[in-house]
């Protein structure tokens, strides 16, 4: 149990376009799913919690209009990286949270790249 | 906000031998204490986890011991293996909804036969 997925594991993108980057939980319902970014040898570093059915709260220093948030439904959530650039590349990882859990349990992660 | 301090950095150790890595938090309201493990280019994994109300849990060779006076908590790995080498990341948070965990700096765990 407490399988969280996310797709893709690896994209390479052109400076100037957008990425979109899921994360389902597949069984169980997450109310809340975070989103973190993982530079090499470094810790996790939280940009966004994600609730469902409302807008996403961001971290200080991270760009609500950069990086958009939908968390659609119950299993669902999605990042989506605008207007990339090459500083944007890195292992972006999302968790999720069963209701009423504390425990948090992580997707495999997606490289992303921007050229 | 809380801040959460690990250390060592790195930790090299002999198969067979223990490893503690040590965590201390900020805010005396956190309540909820895992710890994750992470394989180069994997996800963290949760290996083990404390709730305040509990000064000890033991799993096989992995224990987790919390001081809430002393705001600290540790991981202890005994009889380490090889496969034991990965990054481990020890976090706090207050357990609430949409409260996000706050992750230590991590500890690379080197184990050598």
């Known amino acids: 149990g407490a399988v969280v997925s996310q797709h893709p594991s690896r994209v390479i993108c052109k400076s100037g376009t957008s990425v979109k980057i899921e994360c389902r939980s597949l069984?169980?319902?997450?109310?809340?799913m975070f989103w973190y970014r993982q530079f090499p040898k470094q810790s996790l570093m939280l940009m966004a919690t994600?609730?469902?059915?409302?807008?996403?709260?961001?971290e200080q220093g991270v760009e609500k209009d950069k990086f958009l948030i939908n968390h659609a439904s119950l299993t669902l959530s999605t990042l989506t990286v605008t207007s990339a650039h090459p500083e944007d590349s890195s292992f972006y990882i999302c968790?999720?949270?069963?209701?009423?859990?504390?425990?948090?349990?992580f997707g495999p992660g997606t490289r992303l790249t921007v050229l | 906000g809380e801040n959460v301090e690990q250390h060592p950095s790195t930790l090299s150790v002999q198969e067979g031998d223990s490893a503690v890595i040590k965590c201390t938090y900020s805010?005396?309201?956190?309540?909820?204490f895992p710890w994750y493990k992470q394989e180069l280019g994997k996800r963290p994994q949760l290996i083990i986890d404390?709730?305040?109300?509990?000064g000890e849990k033991k799993d096989q060779r992995i224990a987790v011991t919390l001081n809430k006076t002393a705001k600290h908590f540790s991981l202890h790995i005994t009889e380490t293996q090889p496969e034991d080498s990965a990054v481990y990341f020890c976090?706090?948070?207050?357990?609430?909804?949409?409260?996000?965990?706050?992750f230590g700096k991590g500890t690379t765990l080197s184990v050598s036969s």
């Open positions: 968790s999720a949270r069963d209701l009423g859990t504390p425990k948090e349990f």
């Open positions: 069984d169980f319902q997450a109310t809340t």
């Open positions: 994600s609730n469902e059915g409302s807008k996403a709260t961001y």
């Open positions: 805010d005396s309201a956190s309540n909820y």
């Open positions: 404390i709730r305040s109300n509990v």
């Open positions: 976090a706090a948070s207050l357990n609430q909804a949409g409260t996000a965990l706050i």
